[in-house]
């Protein structure tokens, strides 16, 4: 099993990791004392909003009866805003904390961030990058769900160019869920980026980019719906080009198959009408309450490599 000192994207996990943390985010649910961590201090740095992400890792550190410190806007209340570099902000708050969740909106930073600090770097989003943690937690509730992920046909929906979870997922199926099958479909101008597509292929993973909506949703097992990210898109025209049509709603639900389930990372737009919230096979609450687990288990983890 690899020793992750950081998380900073999908590539660096094994299936003997993924299963551990499984396990760990159930043992959590139910009791986590044996894995508390009192005097531990978690320094959550976001540089870009948040609501699930930054407060599900707090939330996780208290529950593990540690502490937590804070900046939740730190582009403008950190000393970022006076240029300091990202590098020397991690030497600092390393001298703070002893575990790091670090969103950012640049691709790659927290890789970048890892590379200096001397404690633990959770990426907990980096710009159109990756987000490892929420697709840990996306598998999760899957797997809990469906009892195995391997052999599902899961369908992606929505702005795929730029979605960080969408990426990072794609990365866990193409290396532990080899008879996944997966299918795209976004607007034209948000359609998978091609380093996904070719990794893909490279790891033999079935996928299609798929323009009949309701065939899709017929076909598929989960669906995995995202919001179109107005703050990734600099020109705002291209951006009006990208009107997500693809929406769950009361009239569309009736594709679904009738154990299917659909997610979201939300936030959610238009793209899920809270009218079918109460349906059985919407999942993206628990989702959203399953980060708490996996990120009690990956703290743990990181803060004690022996686990
Ligand atoms: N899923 C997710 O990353 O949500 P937040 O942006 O609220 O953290």
Not at 128 to 142: E, M, R, V
Not at 211 to 237: G, H, N, P, W
Not at 281 to 302: D, T
Request: charged share 25%.
């Amino acid at each position: 099993m690899n020793k992750l000192k950081h998380i900073y994207e999908s590539q660096q996990f094994d299936q003997a990791n993924l299963e551990k943390i499984f396990t760990l985010a159930d043992q959590m649910r139910v009791d986590p004392t044996p894995y508390r961590t009192p005097g531990k201090i978690l320094a959550t740095i976001f540089y870009e909003p948040s609501t699930r992400t930054r407060l599900s890792f707090e939330s996780a550190m208290l529950r593990l009866g540690g502490s937590v410190i804070s900046t939740e806007n730190a582009g403008e209340f950190s000393s970022v805003s006076k240029g300091e570099t990202l590098e020397d902000s991690i030497k600092v708050i390393s001298k703070y904390a002893d575990i790091i969740a670090l969103r950012h909106s640049e691709i790659g930073a927290a890789k970048q961030a890892a590379a200096v600090s001397p404690v633990p770097i959770i990426n907990a989003g980096d710009g159109a990058g990756q987000h490892p943690s929420q697709a840990i937690l996306d598998l999760y509730t899957i797997q809990r769900k469906f009892g195995e992920i391997d052999g599902l046909t899961i369908c992606m929906v929505g702005d795929l160019r730029y979605g960080r979870t969408v990426r990072s997922l794609c990365y866990f199926i193409g290396r532990f869920y080899k008879k996944v099958k997966l299918v795209f479909v976004s607007p034209k101008i948000c359609r998978m980026a091609w380093d996904i597509k070719e990794y893909l292929d490279e790891m033999g993973i079935a996928w299609q980019e798929e323009t009949d909506y309701v065939k899709a949703l017929k076909m598929s097992d989960c669906i995995y719906m995202t919001r179109v990210q107005k703050e990734r898109f600099l020109d705002m025209a291209r951006f009006e080009q990208a009107t997500n049509d693809f929406c769950i709603d009361n009239s569309t639900i009736v594709h679904l198959k009738e154990n299917a389930v659909v997610m979201h990372p939300l936030p959610r737009l238009e793209e899920i009408n809270p009218e079918v919230d109460e349906d059985p096979r919407m999942l993206y609450f628990e989702q959203a309450g399953n980060g708490v687990w996996v990120r009690m288990a990956l703290i743990a983890i990181l803060l004690n490599p022996d686990i």
